[in-house]
Every structure is written in structure tokens, then in C-alpha cells.
């Protein structure tokens, strides 16, 4: 039996977390902390916890942890769990790092974009990049190279980089010329309380925001550099959509050379061959939010443009699960040589 503490249980994604880690067969929950909320139990905060867990929260405290669990998911705002971080592995542990401290590997890129200084800058090069389905041998490890720490990828950052990942590591397009749209549901922001995300401004509105600066821009393409060994650039543009959970990525890129639908289709399912929670949608369907709302799935679809000589990928996903809660436990999985489908099916 695994161990485990969330650190940061009261936000949506620590909510989701305790909800699949309470059906893993193999794992039991030692500790659930917030910052706000101590002393409380943790279903008057999840009330649907009710007759579930009633385990108490408790304020952080890392000597704890260390000395009662083998793991720990840490659900919490960029720079504020570095230093946290960097105490618990001290011990031997293992981290899944939901924030963006240890998604980057260069230093100043993090501090530009995030505009504080990073906590643990000598911890980042012993984290690996937790997308699964692209670096799985990198979470695995092995022998004296098991990675401390798993970075879990942004929600946008997991669907624009499935969606675009065999486009690029095949050859297939101009990595200059892509373009993405993408839209999500104001869970997606956690539960900070920008005007932005009010109930009045949300409802019955379709906006875009962060226009060309989105925070998760440069892991998106720092991975899809790696993955096709080129210099990679993204004009990016999301968009707040009126419902809980979910994004609808629509990628554009345009093709090196002529190329059907089957060629391109055939580059992704031999990509994706074997991947559990990669859906390759029969021709004719698109991605919907509602398909893989509550799941670890990714749905995808594409289309190539022949008058314009474009590919079109649209990619779908439930942002608090296989963007945040779902693939952190299928990294955890990947850490200790589960079945990485463990409690997620």
C-alpha cells in the first residue's frame, strides 16, 4: 500500500485528487493539508465527501509527511511549494508537483513568465516533464536515475501538446505556422476570484484572455522543440467558455507537403499505439467536451484543408483530470511501477 498526503486538498484540483485516490486499489491517503482551512474536516469542504473521508485537514508541515507517507501531490500556486518540495524529496520521497515550479528547465524563462523568483532552482534539472504518453521512460527510470519529481503538465499545455506532438516529431508541417485555439471552463482558474470568473461576467459570454501570453506557451513549446529536435513557436490564444470543466483545443498548422488524412492519421495512431487514454476518433467525429468530462481521456481528431494546404487537429479534455488530478495519479502510477491505468478507469 502507497502512502500518500495532497498538499493543498481544498481547491478543485485537491478535490479531484481525494475522488480518484479513494478508489485506487493501492493507495491509502495519510494526510490531506490546507493553508485555510485547518482543523476542519476535509468533507465539510467536499461536501460530497460526506460517508467517504473524513479525514482532517492540518496546516503543512513537511517533517510529517516525510515520516508517514512515500509520496505526495503538491495542489498548489505557482512558487509556493518549491522550497516545500525540496524538503520532502530531501527525505527520499517522491513529489507530483501540480504547479509550474518544476515544468520549465531554464531558470529565467520560469522567473519572466511567472514574475517571482524560483524557490528551488537546483531541484529542476531532477524533474522529469509528466506527460505520460510522451516521456513515460523518463518518469519510469532506472536504477540510481528514478526521477524525484514529477512535473505534471498544464491542462492546456497536455491537449495543444497531444494534439500537435506527431505533427512535429514526423516531419509533417511547418513548425513556424502553428496556430491554436483553445477554450476551457472557469474551474480551470481554480478558485481564485478574478471578476473575470463571477458568475455574472461568465455566464451567457464567450471571451478570450492572456491573448499571445499565456503562462503555459513556453512548456508547450519547450516539449514540442524537444519532440521534433527544431525550434518550435506557437501563436497561442485561449478562450473562457461558460461551463464548469473541459478544453477544446483547435490546432492549425500548415503541411510541408501534400499529405491525405490517412497518411497524417496513420503518423498518430502509430504514435499513440497502446495509449490507454489517447482516443483517436473515427473520421467524421470531433472531440466534444462532454465525452471526456470526469475521465483521463484525450480525444482527437483531425482534418486536412486542401485548398489551403492546412492540418486541422482538435483535441478534447476534462482539464481537472487528465489536465491536472487524473494525470497526476497516472504519474504516480508510472513511479512506482503500477499499472498506470490504476484507479483512472
Not at 66 to 85: E, M, V, Y
Not at 91 to 119: M, N, P, V
Not at 298 to 322: F, G, M, P, Q, S
Amino acid at each position: 500500500m502507497i502512502n500518500i498526503a495532497i498538499v493543498g486538498a481544498t481547491g478543485y484540483t485537491g478535490g479531484e485528487l481525494i475522488k480518484i485516490l479513494l478508489r485506487h486499489p493501492h493507495v491509502r491517503i495519510k494526510h490531506v493539508t490546507s493553508e485555510s482551512s485547518p482543523g476542519k474536516r476535509v468533507d465539510d469542504v467536499h461536501s460530497w465527501l460526506k460517508g467517504r473521508c473524513d479525514l482532517r485537514l492540518e496546516k503543512l508541515n513537511i517533517k510529517n509527511l516525510a515520516r508517514d507517507t512515500d509520496a505526495a501531490f503538491f495542489a498548489l500556486p505557482h512558487g509556493a511549494g518549491g522550497q516545500n518540495i525540496a524538503s520532502y524529496v530531501k527525505q527520499g520521497k517522491k513529489a507530483i508537483d501540480l504547479s509550474a515550479d518544476f515544468r520549465l528547465r531554464d531558470i529565467k524563462t520560469y522567473q519572466q513568465w511567472y514574475k517571482t523568483k524560483h524557490a528551488s532552482p537546483s531541484l529542476v534539472k531532477k524533474a522529469v516533464y509528466g506527460l505520460p504518453e510522451i516521456f513515460r521512460e523518463k518518469i519510469v527510470g532506472n536504477g540510481r536515475d528514478r526521477p524525484l519529481i514529477a512535473a505534471n503538465p498544464g491542462c492546456y499545455a497536455t491537449a495543444v501538446i497531444l494534439a500537435l506532438s506527431p505533427l512535429l516529431k514526423n516531419n509533417l508541417v511547418d513548425p513556424d505556422s502553428l496556430v491554436v485555439d483553445a477554450k476551457s471552463g472557469v474551474s480551470g482558474a481554480g478558485k481564485k476570484l478574478d471578476l473575470m470568473y463571477h458568475f455574472s461576467e461568465a455566464a451567457e459570454n464567450f471571451q478570450a484572455y492572456a491573448v499571445g501570453a499565456h503562462r503555459h506557451m513556453p512548456e508547450i513549446e519547450q516539449t514540442l522543440c524537444e519532440v521534433s529536435g527544431k525550434t518550435v513557436r506557437i501563436t497561442f490564444v485561449p478562450h473562457l467558455l461558460p461551463m464548469n470543466r473541459g478544453i477544446l483545443v483547435s490546432a492549425y498548422a500548415r503541411l510541408n507537403q501534400k499529405a491525405t488524412v490517412g497518411q497524417i492519421k496513420h503518423c498518430f495512431e502509430r504514435d499513440y499505439s497502446g495509449e490507454t487514454f489517447i482516443r483517436f476518433l473515427p473520421e467524421g467525429q470531433w472531440p466534444q467536451t462532454k465525452n471526456t468530462v470526469h475521465t483521463n481521456y484525450c480525444d482527437i481528431n483531425l482534418k486536412v484543408d486542401e485548398r489551403t494546404n492546412r492540418v486541422i487537429v482538435l483535441a478534447a479534455l476534462d482539464n481537472l483530470v487528465k489536465g491536472a488530478a487524473g494525470q497526476a495519479v497516472q504519474n504516480m502510477n508510472l513511479l512506482f511501477g503500477l499499472d498506470e491505468t490504476e484507479g483512472l478507469l
